[in-house]
């Protein structure tokens, strides 16, 4: 009984201690900034214009409080592998985005977020559909076409295409970052397609303007008939008659 109350109360003692012990590591911790994080760092001095190669990357840790946006996560050295500096680097120095060309960048991680058989093309939409700058990549909408009727100068308005996912709004892929869509007559936004939708895309900005549709990203269900859908003058009369006529048929007690 004796030797059963001594291994309990050691078994007690010995788990007190290592909680003791954990809440003194974190404390430590907290004070030397948090939890070390990962980020990518160069082994050697180099000059402006280096390629940042594989070689001259490595893993460096900064604690949580000290790493800041401008820091490329580790997770992200294959995005910075084959770019150039933009500026001098020393040996040990923890690289940042502004350290390599943005332009470049960008391109990088355009290309990582394109799904499997799919394409980024870059459409010119009318500014309306930027719905004011809250439009982000991430967004899924629809695309109308409204270009004049073949062999007719009469306009009409046709669903091209629809649930197209949005890569990039006015160059920027951070969907947390404000599009920097102004009031200007066309906005740039880039979406990812087949092949063929991106045909028909590039298609159709040449022959008249692209409005964009925003969806609820719950909403993946296609709602295109066999056909493109037209709209033109004479479909919203009629709509406008059956509206009319159905308000009519209804008694004016009840409506």
């Not at 490329?72 to 592998?81: H, L, W």
């Not at 799919?118 to 409204?146: E, I, K, M, N, Y």
């Not at 007719?152 to 949005?166: C, F, G, I, P």
């Not at 719950?218 to 009319?244: F, H, I, K, Q, Y």
């Amino acid at each position: 009984m004796k030797l059963r109350a001594l291994l309990l109360s050691l078994l007690v003692a010995g788990i007190g201690a290592a909680l003791c012990f954990a809440a003194f590591a974190r404390v430590r911790r907290e004070a030397q900034g948090g939890e070390p994080v990962r980020v990518v760092a160069v082994t050697r001095d180099l000059a402006p214009g280096a390629v940042l190669t594989r070689d001259v990357l490595a893993v460096r840790t900064i604690p949580r409080a000290y790493v800041e946006e401008r820091h490329v996560p580790f997770e992200d050295t294959e995005t910075v592998v084959g770019l150039r500096a933009v500026s001098a680097l020393r040996a040990g120095e923890a690289l940042l985005w502004n350290d390599v060309d943005d332009e470049a960048v960008a391109a990088a991680r355009l290309a990582a977020v394109i799904g499997e058989g799919r394409r980024a093309v870059t459409v010119r939409v009318h500014a309306t559909s930027a719905f004011t700058g809250l439009l982000r990549p991430g967004d899924r909408v629809d695309v109308l076409h409204f270009a004049p009727r073949l062999g007719s100068e009469e306009r009409v308005t046709a669903q091209l295409l629809e649930n197209v996912l949005v890569l990039a709004v006015a160059g920027t892929l951070d969907p947390s970052s404000p599009s920097r869509c102004g009031a200007t007559s066309a906005q740039q936004v880039t979406v990812a397609a087949t092949v063929d939708e991106a045909q028909r895309l590039v298609h159709a900005q040449s022959t008249g303007d692209l409005h964009l549709v925003l969806r609820n990203p719950d909403d993946v269900e296609p709602m295109l008939s066999m056909g493109d859908p037209v709209t033109d003058a004479d479909v919203l009369v009629a709509a406008e008659r059956r509206r009319r006529r159905a308000r009519s048929d209804v008694p004016s007690s009840i409506r």
